[in-house]
């Protein structure tokens, strides 16, 4: 009989992939069988997530929790960005923990249950042309990842010190996985990747010329395939050519992430982003005008070091031209090996809450007015979700979340949704 995993994935969409291939590498012998409670597990993963500060002050209490509820002779190991980061610290903080497996280093999963206090969190490792093994979470929708680490190096963010350097998957891997995906029912594919449309820039091996409006026009030839999203691009890299790409492919679904993380340029410039406020809007307002439907997603961060009130007019600024169909919005978290870190004008706590609470309150009021234009719309919603109240969920083209009162008949299923109300998280209709 199998051994029992339980795993706990926090933070983005490439940590969910990396529990996938975890969980596919530690079951393609039945070795491992995966379990949602931690108390019957013989193995307990936490795929950690180091982008801001809160989750990694939880790590070890949580590590805590797990010993307390364990089975006597079961497994604790720690992977993802903060493996990454806190390396052997971990195992001096927490004797409980039997493996530290950076993000990085997702393919020594094996290995890693199999040895003592076994460690790895070389950010060198090359996994770009890692066969993993297959398991998905969903059916329907199916993630993929086109690239490895972060090839910049914003003054705030962790990730390249957790990832490492940028490498692109060979189209080949790619191409392979997602037409196993599509022959198995997946209507959707989600590609991965720090920088997506930064593709082709760096590969391990030979590889012929390929850029990411390349990639995205290849991957949508594939027969069956009806629907291709991505994140994150980087607004750097929107050129003509990708937002061309983009709002003509009708396989491209019509949802961007344009991480704005400030409007002020001069904070831009402090984060090293590569742009500043009037290349992100001429993109922002470009896009708009190429693909009226489009629905735009972003995320800021208020009260870097040095914000001034008058940059953080820049944001509301931003905020109001672009109006962002979703935010995700932090107060900026000071993080260990980042530039930012030791930037002097820290802004007070009081000060990045109050900001924080404007730019979600505006927000709020004008994804209000937004979603009121939904009502007595059409749209096309791939349902994959069976809720327990009697309604399925799904994903417009736009990325608006969509229930209608259903059964599960409907799962994966792509069908026209007529909207009757539309409330601020969720819109409710009927198939047509
Ligand atoms: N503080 C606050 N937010 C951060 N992010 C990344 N690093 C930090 C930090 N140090 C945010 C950025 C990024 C998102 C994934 O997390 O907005 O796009
Ligand atoms: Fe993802 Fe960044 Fe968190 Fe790592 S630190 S899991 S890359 S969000």
Redesign the pocket.
Known sequence: MSKKLFIQTLG?AMNVRDSEHMIAELSKNDEYSLTTEAEDADLILINTCS??EKPVHKLFSEIGSFDKIKKKDAKIGVCGCTASHLGDEIFKRAPVVDFVLGARNVSKISKAVKESKFISVDLDNDDSEFSFADYRNSLYKTYINISIGCDKS?T????PHTRGKELSIPFNIIYNEAKKAVSNGAKEIFLLGQNVNNYGKYFSSAHKKMNFSNLLEELSQIDGLERIRFT?PHPLHMDDEFLRVFSTNDKICKSMHM?L?SGSSAVLKAMKRGYDKKWYLDRALKLRELCPDVSIST???VAFPGESEEDFKDTMDVLEKVRFEQL?S??????PL?K?ATMPNQIDEKTASSRLSTLQARHNEILDEIVKTKENTTMKVLFDELRSDGFVAGRSDNNFLVQIKASEEMLGLLKDVRIDKARRMVLYGEVL
């Open positions: 983005c982008v801001r914003c705030y963010c962790i990730v994150s991480p993380q995320d800021i961060i995700f932090f107060k900026y978290s000071k993080r980042t930012a």
